[in-house]
């Protein structure tokens, strides 16, 4: 039977996201929620989810030793990064100035502005985003599969990813700026928003992801 390391830094929907692999996974999978190094690096998948600030997410990640683990395992199994734990792979963030990042997508973090206006209703958009919007799969992948083009998924954050190579990003959303809301590589994938708070369609993302064999 395989093995699923949800990563517990102390920050996140954990048992959330356990609970949803554990459903999907129909028996044929150990979710284990886990701040171990050693547990994290034996697994056959790894989850790492997160919300809140990613400065607070890089420092819990540094204190429990698992930065270097999260870089040893993307590209050597299966991966999948959620929200801040998206954000976290990336370069770095406007947040607070200046926040260090993991380092392994090239990018930046950045903050939606303030004050735009929702050119179909007039209404000054709120930040953070929060609710339900559309992602538009701009480039195919094993974890869209049964999965239609514009779906909608459940979204909170203030910041978004804005990746140096186009060429990552899997889906992309609109919110005054048109964000990357979806991105992969070899080996992993990541997603802005929440899958284990949006329905069929997340449970359906999360299902691909235990079946998948880690190639695009």
């Known amino acids: 039977m395989q093995s699923i390391a949800v990563i ?16 999907v996974s129909e028996g044929c999978a150990n ?32 204190t429990l030793g698992l930065g ?16 801040v734990g998206f954000q976290a792979l990336l ?3 406007d947040e607070d100035g200046g926040t260090p990042g993991l380092g392994l997508v090239a990018g930046t973090v950045r903050r939606f502005p303030n004050g735009q206006i929702d050119a179909a209703t007039g209404d000054r958009m709120k930040v953070p ?3 339900w919007n559309e992602v538009r799969q701009t480039r195919a992948h094993p974890l869209w599969r049964g999965i239609p083009d514009r779906h909608r998924f459940y979204f909170v954050h203030s910041f978004y990813v804005d990746p140096d190579r186009a060429e ?36 359906q993302l999360l299902r691909n992801f235990v079946d998948w064999d880690g190639v695009a």
């Open 168 to 203: 990552v990003t899997s889906g992309a959303t609109e919110y005054g700026v048109n964000f990357t809301s979806a991105a992969c590589g070899p080996g992993w994938f990541a997603t802005q928003f929440h899958p284990e708070k949006s329905a069929q369609a997340g449970l």
């Open 31 to 62: 979710v284990y929620v886990t701040d171990d190094p050693a547990v994290v690096r034996d697994a056959d998948r790894v989850i790492f989810p997160g919300q809140g600030a990613m400065g607070d997410c890089m420092s819990a990640l540094t």
């Open 91 to 93: 370069d770095q963030s």
């Open 8 to 23: 517990d830094y102390g920050m996140g929907n954990l048992r959330s996201v356990a609970k949803a692999a554990e459903t």
């Open 68 to 83: 270097g683990v999260v870089k040893e395992v993307v590209g050597q199994k299966p991966f999948l990064g959620i929200c």
């Open 129 to 131: 985003h929060m609710g």
